[in-house]
Each structure stands twice: as C-alpha cells, then as structure tokens.
C-alpha cells in the first residue's frame, strides 16, 4: 500500500489499527525547504504504510513580536504548498486566521485547520465548513475537551461533517502547557481526534518575546497519545530546528523521525 495518498483520508479514514501523521515545517520558508521534508516525510510513510498529510502555515498571524517572521507572501506560500500536493501526490493542510482567508486557502489545500486560540470565533469556523473541506479545529489552551463538541457542531451545522478536533495542551501557569489525557477519549465521542505533539511543548510568554520548547519530551507525548488511542499525530519537522523562522524551539529535527514513527507502530500494534 502506498501511504501517500492521493486524495484526502474523510472520517472514514480513521483506522483503529493504524495512526495517521500530519507533518511538515511551521511556516513556508522557500520551496526547497518543503520539498525537502515533504520528499523524506513521504519516503517514510510509505515504507510504514501511515498515512500522511503535508502541513505547513502560509502565514504566521499569532506571533510575540512585531519583527517575528510572518511568511513570504500569502498566494506565494500557498502556491508552494500546492506544488507539494502535486509533486508528491499527499493532501495538504494549512492554517487560516480569519472568515476572508478560508475560499483563499481552500483553493490550494484540502485540510483548512483552525489556530487554537480561534476555536470558538464562529465566522471563521462557519467560513471554513462552506469550502466542503475537511476542517480541523484545535483545542484552545483555555478550553476544556468537553466544550469542544459546540465547535464541531457549528462545523456540521454548516454543512460539513468532514471535521477533527486537535488537542494541543493547556496553559499551566504562564510559561506552560500541560496534556491532560483524559481528554482524547472524551473529544474522540465528537470527531477523530489528532494529538499536536510539538506545540504541546511550548513554552510561551517568554521575556525574550522568542517561544521556548522542550524537544527532547516529543517522544515521550507521543508514545502516550498513541497509547491512548489518538487518531492522529501531528508534528512539526524542519532539518534544521535551530535555523527555523518559526517555532524552532520545539519542532523535531527531520532526521529524528524516523526512529520515532518505528517506535509509535510498536506503541499502536501493542494495543490494538
């Protein structure tokens, strides 16, 4: 089988015996950059047989300081994530920020994901749900997993029942998130559910206005997201973390995957 799919996995996708991934750099930084992790990403995938959706942010709206990197241009990013889907034939997810954005991206990709911190702002998930393309909310860092049934619904309620929900921590204190495991199977009742295990190692607010990170827990987060049953795992890869222009503090280095996705199947296989 090859695992790099040629069209979008929908809710009936979702595999008990297997995880799918969500992968790629944080923002668009060039073309070569994308390709170069799309190519190793979906080289992996395939020899693991696990499904694979490229992801990269055309824009970074959510950022500490006004210098902080935002992108290269919004059509520019977006034509790049799409030479990807076309390139190495694998469905691509991006962020958007506001209700204008969503019919612009949905013209290149087929996963319109919601910013944590805007998954209650009903315009912009209605925005999303009219593109017919799969929507995947995160989970705020202030909201509990019950609440987050209203957000799938006002998804449905539009029209659309292609969603996913995301967990991706909750604020303890000011300078960090915490994963409350209970909260898989409690959204897994509303929509598959996808564990983001890089931004859940955030840490933000710090007084170099730069987000700091814990990398070396990645493993750690996402053995025990497959333990209990998550959908899909979501991370953010760069071959070089250091050099990123966004969110470096905790992205995986590129070539650390690998024996990461061999150790998830073992996980995921031990429990099926």
Request: hydrophobic share 40%.
């Amino acid at each position: 089988m090859n695992a790099s799919l040629t069209h979008l996995p929908h809710i009936r996708f979702v595999d008990k015996n297997n995880f799918f991934l969500i992968a790629g750099p944080c923002v668009v930084e060039s073309k070569d950059l994308l390709f170069e992790v799309a190519e190793k990403v979906s080289a992996l995938c395939t020899q693991f047989e696990i499904p694979y959706i490229f992801k990269s942010s055309y824009r970074k709206a959510n950022r500490s300081r006004v210098d902080s990197f935002t992108g290269i241009g919004d059509e520019l990013a977006l034509s790049y994530i799409k030479a990807v889907q076309e390139k190495y034939h694998l469905p691509v997810l991006t962020d958007v920020h506001t209700a204008e954005e969503c019919a612009l991206a949905a013209q290149y990709v087929d996963v319109l994901q919601i910013p944590a911190f805007l998954c209650r702002q009903t315009d912009l998930l209605i925005a999303a749900a009219k593109t017919q393309k799969v929507v995947n909310i995160k989970k705020g860092q202030f909201v509990n997993p019950e609440s987050m049934q209203f957000a799938v619904q006002k998804v449905k309620d539009s029209g659309n029942d292609k969603v996913w929900l995301t967990e991706r921590g909750s604020m303890f204190g000011y300078t960090d998130l915490v994963v409350d495991f209970r909260g898989i199977p409690t959204m897994r009742a509303f929509a598959p559910t996808v564990m983001d295990v890089t931004h859940s190692l955030q840490q933000p607010n710090q007084t170099s206005g730069v987000t700091g990170g814990l990398p070396n827990l990645i493993e750690t987060i996402a053995k025990a997201s497959i333990a209990v049953g998550v959908d899909g795992i979501f991370l953010e890869t760069h071959p070089n973390p250091e050099l990123a222009k966004s969110d470096g503090a905790n992205m995986l280095s590129l070539d650390k995957l690998e024996p990461l996705l061999e150790k998830l199947i073992k996980v995921r296989r031990a429990i099926v």
